[in-house]
């Protein structure tokens, strides 16, 4: 009995060697997908580190005349005060343009015709009937002679008795009837005149004539169209040319309603063209329209060139600078200062000041010597050039010589 008793102890101590198999598979299915796991995590790593970082950039630039004395800036486009389709004030076909694009043309010069057999017809006709008025006047001229005489010596012979009084009646009221009758001829001849002039008008208007100098900026017709008088603004019904003033050039600045209380008449600006970014020139705010634009809540400023630019053109983009006083000539030219940069673009450590610079979508650090601060950029006496793409608020943890960059769109 006690040996039962030792054997079934015995057995219950004794280790069974068919499990351990099944834990170790067991501990292996878990250990598999974790080291895969954290294979994955560390090549997203190596991946997100090798990565190109986003960038902003702005670009190194040369300061423009009269910064200092900038009330605000607005930007719009050069327009003209005289600028005008020219169409026909009569309906016809054309037979010939006597000017071409670009070509200046004086105030009254020809610049194009119309057929006029039609109006030469009815001006013939006109005339006819203004000869024919002037026949009726003075046959109607010399019946009222006529009949006066006639009543005269009636009028002697019915005091002498010769003849009865109803007779001279009768020859009163014939003679008032002439009267009439020459009053009406002069009537007609004086309506066949008018109508005799306002044909010679007709005429005249099938030749159009240049009503200002200036430049012939569009060519809208050829010869054997047929048009009619009238133009409409951005709708061509029977134009022939657009001619514009070039000595009568301004800009049409778009300013917002909240800065419109800055501007007032007078106030002494410059005009920078996006076709002449090198120069600057001095305006004059002279209108400001009484109307707001509702879909942009702006109004429109027009600044009148001091001294039209030669080679400005309508239509130009260009910038105003609404100044607090009048620049000095020689300060028009901002060449010889310093160019400037945002000043977030600059960074410090030990190596000294330093801005990151992007070319061919790579950084290269690049040593700089800081100048003035003006609001929110700086200027450099020694560095990049202007044009340059610069870093602005660069990470140096994320950056390195050589290192490619992602440009953010709309960064500069």
């Not at 879909?295 to 039209?308: D, G, I, M, P, W």
């Amino acid at each position: 009995m006690a040996d039962a008793q030792s054997q079934t102890a015995l057995s219950a101590l004794r280790i069974d060697r068919s499990a351990a198999p099944v834990k170790r598979r067991r501990r292996l299915r878990w250990l598999i997908p974790a080291g895969l796991l954290v294979g994955v995590l560390v090549l997203v790593a190596a991946l997100v580190a090798r990565r190109a970082p986003t960038v902003r950039v702005a670009e190194v630039r040369e300061p423009l005349p009269g910064e200092q004395q900038t009330e605000l800036s607005a930007s719009g486009y050069v327009d003209s005060r005289r600028r005008s389709v020219i169409a026909p004030l009569v309906a016809g076909q054309l037979v010939q343009v006597a000017v071409e694009e670009g070509e200046a043309v004086r105030k009254g010069q020809v610049i194009a015709r119309l057929d006029d057999r039609d109006a030469r017809v009815v001006l013939d006709r006109a005339e006819a009937a203004v000869r024919a008025s002037e026949a009726q006047l003075a046959a109607s001229e010399a019946q009222t002679l006529n009949a006066e005489r006639t009543t005269q010596r009636t009028r002697n012979l019915a005091s002498q008795g010769v003849i009865p009084r109803a007779q001279l009646l009768d020859v009163e009221t014939a003679g008032r009837a002439t009267e009439e009758a020459l009053n009406q001829a002069r009537s007609q001849l004086a309506v066949a005149r008018r109508a005799s002039e306002a044909a010679r008008l007709q005429l005249t208007h099938t030749v159009v004539r240049a009503p200002f100098d200036g430049t012939v900026s569009k060519k809208l017709a050829n010869e054997g169209a047929v048009l009619a008088p009238a133009a409409l603004t951005g709708t061509n019904l029977g134009g022939i040319v657009e001619l514009v003033d070039l000595n009568a050039l301004e800009v049409e600045a778009e300013v917002s309603e909240e800065q419109l209380s800055r501007i007032r008449i007078g106030q002494p600006a410059l005009i920078f063209l996006d076709a002449m970014p090198e120069r600057a020139f001095p305006g004059t705010a002279t209108t400001v329209r009484p109307a707001i634009d509702r879909s942009k809540a702006t109004a429109t400023v027009l600044v009148r060139f001091q001294s039209v630019p030669q080679g400005a053109l309508p239509d130009m983009g260009a910038k105003v600078s609404f100044l607090r006083q009048p620049l000095p000539p020689g300060e028009l030219a901002a060449k010889g200062q310093p160019p400037r940069v945002p000043a977030s673009a600059v960074v410090r450590d030990a190596k000294g000041a330093a801005v990151w610079v992007v070319k061919d979508g790579r950084t290269t650090r690049q040593p700089v010597r800081v100048g003035e601060r003006v609001g929110d950029e700086v200027s450099l006496t020694q560095g990049p050039g202007a044009g340059t793409q610069v870093v602005v608020a660069p990470d140096p943890k994320r950056l390195r010589d050589g290192r490619r960059v992602k440009v953010q769109a709309g960064g500069g």
